[in-house]
């Protein structure tokens, strides 16, 4: 059963260019959630997608967008990149249970470094 | 909001120390707890859960009760390896918060 996978495991861009970033979610799950984890830091809420939708949103700008596809894959952009993005971006994939009380699993995480 | 607040590191234990890393949690709602550890240059790896007052996790000879009381879900382990150097971070979300982490606690074992 593979779990969370992420890709690609690192990026190098510039300021002000674009970055998609990817997410395959653990099998059996339909939720997918990513995180931005700076240096030194614990992961902070980008968004969650269900059901191709963003059912919640954490403090960041509108640069950071994202969508899901009906294999319930995900997709993190990020636009006009500024230093500050360098980070590692976790994704985390979870299942929309009866009790609410998922758990989260996350992938290896795609390094972004912004030069 | 909800925020978790984590014992910050470093933490240097020698092998087979007893190892106590607290965490506490504020709420409005009961909180869903969580550990994950992070090796180096890896994600995140859950490594215990507790869903309700009372509960205990473990995995791994790490273990934490969730104490409504002092709303606290601290991580510990009777003797710890070189193996579990990594960062450990608590979390956690109550009703339709998202996931909320602390800032991490970075373990070092020594031989």
């Known amino acids: 059963d593979a779990g969370v996978t992420q890709s690609p495991t690192h990026l190098i861009k510039t300021r002000g260019q674009q970055v998609t970033l990817r997410c395959s979610p653990k099998s059996g799950h339909d939720t997918v959630s990513w995180y931005q984890q700076a240096l030194g830091q614990g992961p902070q809420f980008i968004f969650q997608y269900y059901e191709e939708e963003e059912r919640q949103r954490g403090n960041f700008p509108d640069r950071f967008s994202g969508h899901q596809f009906p294999n319930y894959s995900s997709e993190l952009n990020v636009n006009a990149l500024l230093l500050g993005d360098s980070a590692l971006y976790l994704c985390?994939?979870?299942?929309?249970?009866?009790?609410?009380?998922?758990?989260?699993?996350f992938g290896p995480g795609t390094r972004l470094l912004v030069l | 909001g909800d925020s978790v607040t984590q014992m910050e590191g470093p933490v240097t234990l020698s092998e087979e120390a007893f190892l106590t890393i607290n965490c506490t949690y504020t709420?409005?709602?009961?909180?869903?707890l969580f550990w994950y550890v992070q090796y180096p240059g890896e994600g995140l790896q859950l490594l215990l859960k507790a869903t309700k007052a009372d509960d205990k996790g473990s995995n791994k000879g790490f273990e934490a009760t969730y104490r409504k009381e002092t709303t606290s879900f601290h991580l510990e382990k009777g003797s710890v390896q070189v193996s579990d150097s990594a960062v450990y971070f608590c979390?956690?979300?109550?009703?339709?918060?998202?996931?909320?982490f602390g800032k991490g606690t970075r373990l070092s074992v020594i031989a």
């Open positions: 979390a956690g979300f109550s009703g339709n918060t998202p996931l909320v």
């Open positions: 709420a409005t709602g009961y909180p869903s």
């Open positions: 985390a994939s979870s299942s929309t249970g009866e009790t609410k009380k998922e758990t989260q699993y």
